[in-house]
T-cell receptor, first 106, second 114 residues
Framework: KNEVEQSPQNLTAQEGEFITINCSYS?????LHWLQQHPGGGIVSLFM???GKKKHGRLIATINIQEKHSSLHITASHPRDSAVYIC????????FGTGTSLTVIP | EADIYQTPRYLVIGTGKKITLECSQT?????MYWYQQDPGMELHLIHY???????EKGDLSSESTVSRIRTEHFPLTLESARPSHTSQYLC?????????????FGPGTRLTVL
């Protein structure tokens, strides 16, 4: 049983499309994180949120604490957005989803 | 940009060798972590430290050991590498300040044991 579930596992989009990646979790948390992992392995923290919504450029993250659900949206997707996006939650410890592999085609 | 470094980035070694994966951060973070990640799989916590001379095992059993003699340095050692240790190892750190939950990740070490 995974404490963090992401969908879809794989996603291919055309450049310019609006993309949504979903994350559901089953444990109590103090924060939810969206991470980006590029080929080669480096991980970058995109968002850390505990309520509401955050926006950085073309990326938007939302969280619904009651429903234990978060979404990551990418507007006007670009090939450089191609990466694995990982949802993680933190409370007493960190739990990670298996990631969503996104490929944006020019 | 996070200031957390890992060396080597890639390592191919034979079975039975002793190896140390280095991790250093220049942010003064008290908390440091080691994760293991197999291709296409989630990250698993194998060790963590909340400060100098503090080390704990994570939720994934590991034959590796760690030490924390200095705040900025958190090396991971495998005494006798085996093919089952082939994986990617990611180091991370976080502060105890207002953003205490935010982890900064190193670039990772991809280990192959032949």
């Amino acid at each position: 049983k995974n404490e963090v579930e992401q969908s879809p596992q794989n996603l291919t989009a055309q450049e310019g499309e609006f993309i949504t990646i979903n994350c559901s979790y089953s444990v109590g948390i103090s924060a939810l994180h969206w991470l980006q992992q590029h080929p080669g392995g480096g991980i970058v923290s995109l968002f850390m949120l505990s309520s509401g919504k955050k926006k950085h450029g073309r990326l938007i993250a939302t969280i619904n604490i009651q429903e234990k659900h978060s979404s990551l949206h990418i507007t006007a997707s670009h090939p450089r957005d191609s990466a694995v996006y990982i949802c993680a939650v933190s409370g007493n410890q960190f739990y990670f989803g298996t990631g969503t592999s996104l490929t944006v085609i020019p | 940009e996070a200031d957390i470094y890992q060396t080597p980035r890639y390592l191919v070694i034979g079975t039975g060798k002793k190896i140390t994966l280095e991790c250093s951060q220049t942010m003064g973070h008290d908390k440091m972590y080691w994760y293991q990640q197999d291709p296409g799989m989630e990250l698993h916590l194998i060790h963590y430290s909340y400060g100098v001379n503090s080390t704990e095992k994570g939720d994934l059993s590991s034959e590796s050991t760690v030490s924390r003699i200095r705040t900025e340095h958190f090396p991971l050692t495998l005494e006798s590498a085996r093919p089952s240790h082939t994986s990617q190892y990611l180091c991370a750190s976080s502060s105890t300040g207002p953003s205490y939950n935010e982890q900064f990740f190193g670039p990772g070490t991809r280990l192959t044991v032949l």
